[in-house]
């Protein structure tokens, strides 16, 4: 099945993919893997957050076995030490696109998304059809791609190229993304002339199972919103009034309109997923001593480091976000008992979000928690299906 531009169709639109699956979901409820060390926290807490395989690997299988919908991995490109610190933030990361590879052999249902720098280095898009098309086949159509354009120039620079300017990337990911769609949709050799990338006699076989397997991309500009209303069926979005909750809330219901009436104006429906850092315990006062103990042992050098180097990029979506709450990192904090975490959650469903993709300080332990007492209330208040569909 493919559309008028010979382009693989979504896999939403069958209805036995697992994505579809997902997206019964009231609301799709997605795990961050910490495969970069220190997580989201430049903290020094001691605490279990580990980004070793064999720890992100019983990640997912638990969240797997609780009944989250997929999981992902980020991609950095750090130098030595990291960003810095005590910790040399995120100095240790596995590549994500690999490590999903690897976890779809050891899970059967859970969806796995990888970033990929589409941009750095040599990649052709023929690279990603048939390394996509593998995995895809790998993992019975669990595969998504998470297409990032790269903000930051240092990041470039590692790779020889240049920064490119901002919207000339999402041009470039755009035709990128569309070549990598008609070599899974072709059911013949492609050749093509396009203005950055050029192909002959190219043919990709076997074929992703349903359609094409999910894209995604994260964004909060113009350009990338106009790419993600062609191309994503996820679009990773950050609060454009900061970190804090409830000043997200007020803002995200018109920038999740923005994002889905963009998608309709293509004839494509777009879901928008969000990533709440979740510190929960028992009562409101326990999660606020433990979140102040997080911010008390902040690794102040990392802080610095990471803040310069994202400030050196040119991503917009982060624009509001303050330097003070990355102790405990994402991209909004949701800090309290089960209860607040419900309330906050449900306010994020009316806000317009259709996930969710949480984060942890201490990953294995507050994965269990949640899974304990924030998760049974969800399928209380209507956030998540009873039984796995
Ligand atoms: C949930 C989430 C995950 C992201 N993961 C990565 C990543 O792994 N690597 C990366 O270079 N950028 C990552 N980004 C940043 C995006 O690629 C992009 O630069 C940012 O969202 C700003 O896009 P914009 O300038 O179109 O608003 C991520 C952003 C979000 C919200």
Redesign the pocket.
Known sequence: MTDDLGRAAEPGQFPGSPFSGVLRQPLILGLFLPVQSGGWSASLLPRTTDWRFDYNAALTRRAEALGFDLVFG???WTSKGGYGGTSKYREDSLDPFITVTALSAITERILLIS?I?VLFGPWHPLHIAKFGATIDHISGGRWGI?V?????PR?ARMFGGRHIE?DRRYEMAGEFSDIVCRLWGATEDLTLQGKFWSLENAFVTPKPRYGRPVLVN????P??IDYAATYSDLV???SPAGHEIDAALRVLPAHNAAIKAAGVERGRQLRTII?PMIVCRETDREAQRYHRAILDAADRGAIEGFVTHQRAG?????KAHGDEHRALGG?IQIVGSPEHVIDKLLGLKQAGCDGI?VAFFDFAPDLECFGEAVLPLMRQAGLRLNEAP
């Open positions: 980020l991609a950095q970033t720098h998470n990032v354009t790269g903000y930051s990041e901002h994260a964004t909060g500009s350009a990338g990773f979005i950050t990533n040119d991503a917009v979506a982060w991209n993709q």
